[in-house]
């Protein structure tokens, strides 16, 4: 891929098409342009929509239709994810690379096209294709149904928050070091809040965002984590929160003064602008818990109040500590869903197919690599391979070579994945492979961390689904005993979740919507090293069971 350094020119249109007559059309036209930014005092061209980052937001309502026309007039590929949207047999439009599309190349133009079906809240869109999410990012607001309320206090404002990181240099240059030397790429250089990470070191201009309230009002903030590599915390001084939806899923609101929040989710909390008047720090940092490096620059924006003078003090508080695990376990442990009579927790309660997915990391020889040896990722020791011709278009037309449905549903040798034994299980095979599911099957996945070399949380993001987060715990998942325990009452619904460093999360879903559905780590560095595979998910019989036909426009390889 060409550097960010090229002329760059993408021309996104996107036109929503409602589904009842009165449905207000929503026109957006955005634009991708090439624009130069200034941060960390130093000044960079950067690929964005519509000359800002973050991009703009994408507005539409539940049930409405959405098409957006992608022109690439850039020297290199791109794609772009609705994340988060469910895109029932729409799979042609979900956007990864080489999954579900070939790449929009050079002069080349794509219609995506998709129903927002049952959903509504806060989610985001990126590119999905290399680093190129790092600036390629911005959210996507799902307003309820005309005449129907939140189920929360109806608040005075909303805003938008969307959390980042920067580099210095290219992201592009940062992938490509992992591929030349062998070893991890370098950490960002600054976290952003809206695109501004806020007064750091030896950088006297570089300027934070201002969140601006009026007193006694009520704001909802939606919450946007689009960094590439690291859960974040945020808070803001003498204020709370009481979330109220996560991932566009609604939840029983709770209130905390500290959101945990991982690459890939979204957290939407009420905040109520009830201190005194004043500017008041609102910071986010990293969380983790183990030896892996992270950019421990904490982004610094502002609070203030209406008619606060502005060389007020800004009133500060302090931050998690980056290891502070415990904090990630009350905000994730608190999420419940709303489990209503109009918001149904349907979680699958008969199972068909208990898989176990090992995540970690491994490491290859590497003949061309500094030490021999290439760090890698995979799942039950399977790194995968992004094939040449995109999956979803080799299981619609029957290509044959392009992939295998062996993909080990549970791992092939198991061994203490989380204890502190012999280095074993560190090499990991190549390979690209699908797990197969009939439509309409009902799926538990335990996705059971590995400490092998480099115990972290993994931020797990599915396409195509929903799924229930029905348990989680420390050390390896017991089969026998650890059922016992999982919520299976009003488990909280989410695209993207977080498995505990040395421990294990369950799942649950329903494969209900067919084609090719990419799962994989939201940090880029581990989709990159390869943690990732796809569920291939057959035709049903029913006229509404089977993927649609391909649009004329598909993008070729």
């Not at 610094?300 to 502070?324: C, D, E, F, G, Q």
Request: proline share 8%; net charge positive; aromatic share 10%.
């Amino acid at each position: 891929m060409a550097s960010w350094a090229h002329s760059v020119m993408v021309v996104l249109a996107i036109i929503l098409l409602p589904i009842m007559v009165e449905t207000k059309v929503w026109h957006y036209k955005f634009n991708v342009v090439m624009k130069n930014f200034t941060r960390l005092c130093e000044t960079k061209p950067i690929v964005t929509i519509n000359g800002k980052f973050p991009g703009p937001t994408l507005y539409t309502r539940e049930d409405d239709r959405v098409i957006v026309k992608l022109v690439n007039n850039v020297p290199h590929n791109i794609t772009i994810h609705w994340h988060g949207i469910r895109q029932l047999r729409t799979g042609w439009s979900d956007g990864p690379a080489y999954v579900t599309q070939c790449p929009i190349q050079s002069g080349q133009s794509y219609l995506y096209k998709f129903n927002v079906t049952g959903q509504r809240g806060t989610l985001l869109w990126h590119a999905h294709i290399t680093w190129l999410r790092a600036t390629v990012h911005g959210a996507i607001v799902i307003l309820p149904k005309h005449g129907v309320p939140y189920p929360f206090p109806k608040p005075d404002h909303e805003k938008v928050v969307i959390l980042g990181e920067w580099w210095k240099s290219d992201a592009d240059d940062v992938m490509n070091q992992w591929i030349q030397t062998g070893m991890p790429p370098n950490v960002s250089d600054a976290h952003t809040i809206n695109g501004y990470p806020g007064p750091v070191p030896n950088c006297s201009t570089s300027t934070g965002y201002t969140l601006h309230v009026e007193s006694g009002k009520t704001y909802l903030l939606r919450i946007i984590n689009a960094a590439l590599n690291e859960d974040l915390f945020l808070k803001i001084a003498k204020h709370q929160f009481t979330v109220v939806e996560v991932d566009a899923c609604y939840v029983k609101p709770f209130k905390t003064d500290t959101i945990y929040i991982a690459p890939g989710q979204t957290t939407t909390a009420l905040l109520t602008a009830d201190q005194n008047s004043g500017k008041y720090l609102m910071a986010i940092s990293p969380f983790m818990d183990t030896i892996v490096a992270v950019d421990n620059q904490t982004a610094i924006s502002t609070l203030r109040y209406k008619s606060t003078k502005m060389y007020s003090p800004t009133i500060l508080t302090a931050l998690p500590a980056v290891n502070a695990t415990s904090a990630t376990n009350v905000f994730i442990e608190s999420l419940k869903s709303l489990n209503s009579a109009k918001y149904p927790a349907l979680v699958p309660l008969k199972i068909d197919h208990f898989l176990t997915f090992v995540v970690g990391v491994g490491v290859n020889p590497c003949s061309t690599c500094i030490n021999g040896s290439r760090v890698v990722a995979g799942i039950n020791n399977v790194t995968f391979v992004m094939p040449t011709t995109p999956l979803l278009q080799a299981h619609y037309f029957n290509i044959s070579g392009v992939y295998t449905d062996d993909f080990p549903g549970n791992p092939v040798a198991p061994y203490n994945y989380t204890g502190s034994g012999p280095l074993t299980n560190m090499q990991i095979t190549n390979g690209t492979k699908v797990y197969r599911l009939a439509y309409n099957s009902t799926v538990q996945v335990v996705i059971q961390g590995n400490s092998v070399i480099a115990p972290e949380s993994h931020p797990i993001h599915l396409h195509g689904f929903n799924f229930f987060v029905v348990g989680k715990g420390m050390g390896n998942f017991d089969p026998l005993n650890d059922p016992k325990k999982f919520n299976l009452v009003d488990p909280v619904e989410r695209n993207t979740l977080n498995v505990p460093t040395a421990g294990w999360t369950a799942i649950r879903f329903r494969a209900d919507n067919p084609g090719v559905w990419f799962l994989h780590c939201h940090l880029e560095v581990h989709t990159t090293w390869g943690l990732k595979m796809a569920f291939l998910v057959d035709n049903g019989k029913g006229p509404n069971e089977s993927i649609i036909p391909p649009p004329k426009d598909l993008p070729t390889c």
